[in-house]
């Protein structure tokens, strides 16, 4: 199956540090989505972005569908940004809604 | 609106015991789906549905079954845990077209001793 490699896997910032998360994948995809796990465990979707760049406040996110990576760049941050970050993907040809998951970038702001 | 919803929270089981986790959502959404999470693992895809009637199997849907009678409720059934089994469960669901985003339930933390 699709392979989806995040990286760091951890990260320690000071607030208001700018930080990048980067998210490969081995196949075409129909779908990426990053989602923020907070420290109580609850997934929240961040972007739905199969390709191009988007911004939400904060945060932005960027796919380039043809060499296979998104970035997800997070600007001043705070601590209420800490959590776990996740990449998931959607291969081509897949059934509509059917993830893959990498493993995850634990991120940690301090005040 | 509720979203997706679940329960229990937490279960604690023994080896050899069997029970459902039960995942709703008001969303009238066709797609559910459920994860389950391990430590230092992205969450893996255990069985989905497409639909009322229609389900499928993820990347690790041993010891587990489903059943989608109606479009709200998808219930996952450990059918005699493990203590692989192990894990927080998510149930997930999407309105079902190539531009929705999934909507998460809140995670069942499920011991099995």
């Known amino acids: 199956g699709i392979q989806v490699e995040q990286s760091p896997p951890d990260l320690i910032l000071q607030e208001g540090a700018n930080s990048t998360l980067r998210c490969n994948f081995s196949d075409s995809v129909n779908n990426l989505q990053w989602f923020h796990q907070n420290p109580w465990g609850q997934l929240i979707n961040l972007f739905y972005i199969p390709s191009g760049t988007k911004q939400n406040g904060r945060l932005s996110a960027t796919t380039v569908a043809t060499e296979r990576y998104s970035l997800l760049y997070i600007s001043s941050s705070q601590t209420t940004d800490s959590g776990v970050y996740f990449c998931a993907v959607e291969p081509r040809g897949s059934t509509l809604g059917r993830l893959y998951f990498g493993r995850g970038t634990q991120l940690t702001v301090w005040p | 609106n509720a979203g997706v919803t679940q329960t229990p929270k937490f279960q604690v089981l023994k080896t050899g015991q069997s029970m459902t986790l039960q995942c709703a959502q008001d969303m009238n959404h066709e797609y559910m789906s459920w994860y389950r999470q391990d430590p230092g693992m992205g969450l893996r895809l255990i069985h989905y549905s497409v639909g009322a009637g229609i389900t499928d199997q993820g990347e690790v849907p041993n010891g587990y079954n489903v059943s989608r009678s109606t479009t709200e409720d998808f219930p996952l059934r450990l059918l005699s845990a493990a203590p692989s089994q192990t894990s927080v469960y998510f149930c997930?669901?999407?309105?079902?077209?190539?531009?929705?985003?999934?909507?998460f339930g809140p995670g069942t933390r499920l011991t099995v001793l």
């Open positions: 997930a669901s999407h309105r079902g077209t190539s531009t929705d985003t999934q909507y």
